[in-house]
């Protein structure tokens, strides 16, 4: 069990930068894959980013490679998502999610994920 809290959201400008948080609860939360997803209105809830239980592997949607930055700090219970050259087609509530697995496995399809938080809107204005 493990309880998922985001922060960071905001309005950016395109071709600007974010870094959005998501902070877990409990002692385990290295035992657990993370990623980041997105959903826009209207859409799709979409994969972003993955991450496994250390850190090593990460894996990312091709529209966020080479602009977006998965990491995580298993001391501080937080995984990260460092956003460069932002787009206004990037505007989306953005979720963090975690699913406790072996280690070195990242996941990239939503209905895999075991637990959510609750979003944080990202706005990206032209």
């Known amino acids: 069990q493990v309880q998922l809290v985001e922060s960071g959201g905001g309005l950016v400008q395109a071709g600007g930068s974010l870094r959005l948080s998501c902070t877990a609860s409990g002692r385990t939360f290295s035992t657990y894959a993370t990623g980041w997803f997105r959903q826009a209105p209207g859409k799709e809830r979409e994969f972003v980013a993955a991450i496994n239980r250390s850190g090593g592997n990460t894996y990312y949607a091709d529209s966020m490679k080479g602009r977006f930055t998965i990491s995580r700090d298993n001391a501080k219970n937080t995984v990260y998502l460092e956003m460069n050259s932002l787009k206004p087609e990037d505007t989306a509530v953005y979720y963090c999610?975690?699913?406790?697995?072996?280690?070195?496995?990242?996941?990239?399809?939503?209905?895999?994920?075991?637990?959510w938080g609750k979003g944080t809107l990202v706005t990206v204005s032209s």
């Open positions: 999610a975690a699913k406790e697995t072996s280690p070195g496995r990242v996941y990239i399809v939503a209905y895999e994920m075991d637990y």
